[in-house]
């Protein structure tokens, strides 16, 4: 019973540990503006029943919502094409590379110059945040597909379609879809941080004008709001993940 | 093209060389297989077995040299050839079914004309009642026999098997080598069979080419027969039997010192 309820119990102890500290942190006066857990809790109890939180997440998810979708369909043909063509992994590789280690904050001017401070900077944003581990991760596994396999594919007169198509595609798929998690992830931070360095709109303009006023419990209602609900997010991908290649892919992982 | 060769030989090797990098895995082989017959290949682990198989499958390109089946130049693969592959090559993410019938999917046989061939092979090879579990749910045994199956299905004129008996027990390993007799008398197919047994090979076969090691050259054809005719467990204890498995063991035994 104890056992297995296990992994469920250390994750409340370790919620609890850390709530605790960040109360006692806070109650202690680390800084005048780190509030104490519970009165965060209560700003985003305020901001939950004003329904701001929520037109604030409704604006925030628009550029993750565009600009992920755009970097999963463009990054999985890119790295599906990279994968399969050693030219052309030559020639676009490099690009993604720069871009995961580019320092994105260092980007931000140059994007607003060229596009304005509207939506299409936020998206881009998301999307330089979120393309190249999505890029790279499907070249990475559509570039590992066992040779075994496509061997057995070209003498069973597989054309180069079916391939890419029946063998190639679903052997990478669960690396892919890992790399789309990630992905996710990262967008979630590009959301944010353009929502902070190109204008203050949603989840981003509530911390910034919390900020500005010294309202420092709504500020820090509204990062772990955002924290919790990337959490929830990629527990959720997680889940489709799951469902998706639910154990039949354990040869893959083993040879 | 060669009138005369063609009516008795499936597949011919003629002065094959086969480099990888600075390895050199073949070196000058030349080897003919009868139509009809069952030819096995013997020699010590990394004498370039499977690199042969797979010139002959057109999956491997030679360095030099040419193989012809049916008289004609093998550029690549072809749907006279089908491969039993040494480490099953099975999608782990597809039935036992779908792997079987994979080799028709590929050649755009309807699903449902696809699917009643895979069962019957699925049957004849033992896996009845398999047919909706996956790879990792087989043992070693039981994946080989997809392959098996998933070869046979694709009803090729040359069945190229490497090994394919090398993780089944002792038991079905006899039952498949009395099968494969079967398949040898019955079809008229020609088998390229990759060994490490020589009792197998010599039980089984029509023809044994025994290969040198790295670089690989064809030392010695032995064609055993004398006892073709009789009932399987007499072959076992039959003194022509007994004789060939005792001198190939001379002759290779030179090699494991
Ligand atoms: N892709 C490759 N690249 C480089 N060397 C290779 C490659 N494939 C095989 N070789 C080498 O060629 C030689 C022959 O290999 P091959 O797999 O044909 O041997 P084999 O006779 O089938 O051995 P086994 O009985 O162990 O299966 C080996 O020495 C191996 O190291
Ligand atoms: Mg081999």
Not at chain 1, 89 to 96: A, G, K, M, R, T
């Amino acid at each position: 019973m104890f056992l297995r309820y296990r992994p469920l119990l250390l994750k409340i102890l370790s919620t609890v540990l850390i709530f605790g500290a960040w109360e006692i942190a806070g109650r202690a006066g680390v800084s005048f503006a780190f509030p104490t857990f519970l009165e965060s809790m209560a700003a985003l109890w305020g901001l939950t029943v004003e329904g701001t939180i929520f037109t604030a997440y409704a604006e925030t998810l628009k550029p993750l919502a565009v600009g992920i979708v755009i970097s999963a369909f463009i990054g999985i043909g890119l790295g599906v094409w990279i994968g399969l063509s050693r030219k052309f992994d030559w020639l676009v590789s490099p690009i993604f590379i720069v871009m995961q280690s580019a320092p994105l904050a260092a980007l931000i001017p140059l994007l607003i110059m060229v596009y304005g401070i509207g939506l299409t900077s936020k998206v881009f944003v998301v999307c330089i945040m979120a393309m190249p581990v999505i890029v790279l991760n499907t070249a990475g596994a559509v570039r590992n597909t066992p040779v075994h396999l496509i061997e057995m594919g070209q003498s069973f007169l597989g054309t180069r379609r079916d391939i890419i198509l029946k063998i190639i595609m679903p052997s990478a798929s669960p690396i892919i879809f890992a790399g789309l998690r990630l992905g996710v992830s990262a967008g979630f931070i590009g959301a944010i941080l353009a929502e902070l360095k190109i204008t203050p709109t949603g989840v981003g303009d509530i911390i910034t004008y919390s900020r500005s006023i010294a309202d420092y419990p709504n500020m820090y209602a509204a990062i772990f709001s955002i924290i919790v609900f990337a959490v929830l997010f990629l527990n959720f991908v997680e889940r489709i993940e799951n469902f998706l290649f639910k154990g039949n892919n354990k040869e893959l992982v083993s040879d | 093209m060669d009138g005369i060769m063609t009516t008795t030989h499936a597949v011919e090797v003629r002065n094959v060389f086969k480099n990888y990098g600075d390895v050199e895995a073949l070196h000058d082989l030349s080897l003919d297989f009868p139509k009809g017959e069952l030819t096995s290949l013997l020699g010590p682990s990394g004498c370039g077995k499977t690199t042969l198989l797979k010139i002959i499958a057109g999956l491997l390109p030679a360095t030099s040299g040419e193989v012809f089946v049916n008289g004609e130049t093998v550029t690549g693969p072809g749907p006279d050839r089908a491969f039993v592959f040494q480490d099953f090559a099975l999608l782990p993410w597809a039935s036992v079914l779908r792997n079987v019938a994979f080799g028709l999917e590929l050649r755009n046989v309807p699903k449902s004309e696809r699917e009643a061939k895979a069962e019957k092979y699925i049957a004849d090879v033992g896996l009845k009642g398999f047919e909706h579990k996956y790879p990792h749910q087989l043992s070693g045994g039981m994946r080989q026999r997809v392959g098996l199956a998933r070869a046979l299905s694709v009803d090729a004129q040359v069945l190229l098997m490497d090994e394919p008996f090398s993780a089944v027990d002792e038991q079905t390993r006899r039952k498949f080598q009395e099968d494969l007799l079967d398949l040898v008398q019955n079809e008229n197919k020609t088998f390229i069979f990759v060994t490490h047994s020589i009792e197998e090979a010599v039980y089984v076969s029509d023809q044994i080419a025994l290969l040198l090691p790295r670089p690989s050259r064809v030392s010695e054809i032995i064609r055993p027969g004398g006892f073709r005719h009789k009932d399987p467990d007499s072959i076992r204890r039959d003194s022509e039997y007994l004789d060939i498995v005792d001198d190939i063991w001379k002759s290779l035994r030179t090699y494991v010192e």
